[in-house]
T-cell receptor
Framework: DTGVSQDPRHKITKRGQNVTFRCDPI?????LYWYRQTLGQGPEFLTY????????KSRLLSDRFSAERPKGSFSTLEIQRTEQGDSAMYLC??????????????FGAGTRLSVL | AQSVTQPDIHITVSEGASLELRCNYS??????LFWYVQSPGQGLQLLLK??????LVQGIKGFEAEFKRSQSSFNLRKPSVHWSDAAEYFC?????????????FGTGTRLQVTL
């Protein structure tokens, strides 16, 4: 059973460029989450999917951000027209659905984005 | 809305000494509480979780936490710290109502271990 996998681990981009990150969840998990963590802060919830449906989005997820999970397996997070304020660690997590005990979230190693 | 407060930004302990990291939460219903640990440049590893029942929960790596409803606290403890425990520790509260499923994290406590 492999854990949550994120790619790339690091991304350096210039302001105004688009970037896309990928997350592969634990294979039997039908829920997938995205969080953002800035320096010195705890992770902040961005959005989550149950299978291919995006069920909740945070107000942090501006119009420049879009997340997809087209086949209910891996997910992508795209940031368009990046800004320096987008520099952060983007964490992906996955879980089962159902009771709270099944919703334990397991995290990947994250993608660190630096916008120059 | 739920929130988590970790009052200590940075704690330094000597190897072999005991450790307690504080966590206070605000949540209107029965809280589901978690402690995660993050090593530099890494993701989050789950240390332990509380859903209901016994208020003292055991986790991995010798950690335990005690849920105190009257104090809205979920403090993390370890009797004897090892140098490898140096990391950032996050307390989180989970919300699972309707279609909602998310964790709200505190700002973290950075643990430094001196030899």
């Amino acid at each position: 059973d492999t854990g949550v996998s994120q790619d790339p681990r690091h991304k350096i981009t210039k302001r105004g460029q688009n970037v896309t990150f990928r997350c592969d969840p634990i294979s039997e998990h039908n829920r997938l989450y995205w969080y953002r963590q800035t320096l010195g802060q705890g992770p902040e919830f961005l959005t989550y999917f149950q299978n291919e449906a995006q069920l909740e989005k945070s107000r942090l997820l501006s119009d420049r951000f879009s997340a997809e999970r087209p086949k209910g397996s891996f997910s992508t997070l795209e940031i368009q027209r990046t800004e320096q304020g987008d520099s952060a660690m983007y964490l992906c997590a996955s879980s089962l659905s159902g009771t709270a005990r099944k919703n334990i979230q397991y995290f990947g190693a994250g993608t660190r984005l630096s916008v120059l | 809305a739920q929130s988590v407060t970790q009052p200590d930004i940075h704690i330094t302990v000597s190897e072999g000494a005991s450790l307690e990291l504080r966590c206070n939460y605000s949540y209107g219903a029965t809280p589901y509480l978690f402690w995660y640990v993050q090593s530099p440049g890494q993701g989050l590893q789950l240390l332990l979780k509380y859903f209901s029942g016994d208020t003292l929960v055991q986790g991995i790596k010798g950690f335990e936490a005690e849920f105190k409803r009257s104090q809205s606290s979920f403090n993390l403890r370890k009797p004897s710290v090892h140098w490898s425990d140096a990391a950032e520790y996050f307390c989180a509260v989970g919300r699972y109502t309707g279609t909602a499923s998310k964790l709200t994290f505190g700002t973290g406590t950075r643990l430094q271990v001196t030899l």
